[in-house]
Each structure stands twice: as structure tokens, then as C-alpha cells.
């Protein structure tokens, strides 16, 4: 299992998510949850936003869920205006303020970049990235991003434990997998 949350590369923070347009008048925002589920994105209290260039701490007042989607009023923030001004700010959180998970868990942010070998020893790449399907997560296995890999394509890998995956080594920076490397 993996929870979904985006680590850009070389950042101590996650992308929880964003801010994307101003909901009514008095300064709430809709939210676009990465998390899931989609509303964990309101059990954190403090966000980073991300916005222009800076990064900035902003304690969250109030969010909930509206229609298909998320509203959030943050500090600060009380007019129409005031929210335009953060649409499309990233929502982050430092990494070490993640809740840890169960031995089998994972983020997503920490399997992106591991070496992917199958159970015979061929490298078939590395974790670009990974996305929801509704059946099953999948991970992007990029060949081209590993010298010693069997050839430069782009796997599309289901994440399936104890299935696709074998064993998942955070400390050695390698997934196994049960994985023909012709497909």
C-alpha cells in the first residue's frame, strides 16, 4: 500500500496538493488533494504553501468537504481577492511532520528513485513516478535513467505486493519484482 503523497526531487517537504481557484467571497479556496484519502489533506492544521517562487507557513482556520472536491480557509486570507492572489499555491509538508506508517506502507515520495531489478537480476530501471488507476496504483519505470539497465524503454509496473513486488530495500534504494523484462 502506498500513501499518495509527491516529493519534488531534492526537497525536504511533500505536495500535499493545491490551491487552485477562490470559492465565494469571504476568502476560501478549492483544494486539490493528492492524499488519500482525499480529505487527509485537512488533518494537517499547518500548511507550506508554495506560491511564486516562496515558501510561506500558513495555519489552515477551517476545510471541508464540498461536492466532489475540498474548501479550505486559511489565515489571513478574508476576501475573494486575497485568495486569488494564492490560486495555485503548492500545499506542503515537511517530510518528517508525515505520520509514519506500517512496515508494508509507503509513500510515494520514498519508492521515486529506487532501482528496480527483477528476481533474476536484471535492472529494468528506475521509479520515475507513480500514479492512481482506480484498479490499482501504478508505477512509471524509466530504463533509460539506469546505465547498466537492459535497455532504455518505459515500463508501466503495477504496484501489487507480494505480486509484482517482491521485496521493497528504502535503505538500499532497490525494489524487487516479479517481472518479465520483455513485456
Known sequence: MSEHAQAPQGDDHVVLGKLTSPYGVKGWLKVYSYTSPMDGILDYQEWVLRHEGRLERRRRVQGRRHGKGLVA?????????????????????????????????????????????TRDGVVLGRIDHLFETGANDVMVVKGGLEAD???????????LPEEVILEVNLEGGVMTVDWDPEF
Not at 104 to 113: I, K, P, S
Open 73 to 117: 480557509q486559511i489565515e489571513g486570507v478574508d476576501s475573494r481577492e486575497a485568495a486569488e492572489a494564492l490560486a495555485g499555491a503548492e500545499i506542503l509538508l515537511p517530510k518528517a511532520e508525515l505520520p509514519e506508517l506500517s512496515g508494508d506502507d509507503f509513500y510515494w515520495h520514498e519508492l521515486e528513485g529506487l532501482r528496480v531489478v
Open 149 to 159: 539497465a537492459v535497455d532504455a524503454r518505459e515500463r508501466l509496473l503495477p504496484f
